[in-house]
């Protein structure tokens, strides 16, 4: 089987209260869905790493910094 890349997508779900955003990782077919408020976002960042060194998560270091840079909490461009 061909090996999928990764895919990101964030935003503000239609369902979500204002202020809330979403991020969703599809990595090798799971699907990861981070949740939270615009005023929390270091423990968004604290809560990516996390999962990112979860020996059962397929997330890596480098998959948490594509999705901190696709929110823009990156260090991209520094």
């Not at 615009?38 to 809560?47: D, K, N, Y």
């Amino acid at each position: 089987m061909p090996k999928q890349g990764n895919r990101i997508s964030h935003g503000w779900p239609a369902e979500a209260k204002p202020g809330t955003r979403v991020i969703e990782f599809v990595k090798g077919g799971h699907r990861y869905s981070f949740r939270y408020e615009t005023s929390t976002e270091l423990s968004m960042i604290c809560a990516l790493l996390s999962a990112a060194l979860d020996p059962r998560l397929n997330l890596d270091l480098e998959d948490a910094r594509k999705l901190m840079d696709a929110l823009g909490m990156g260090q991209r461009g520094k």
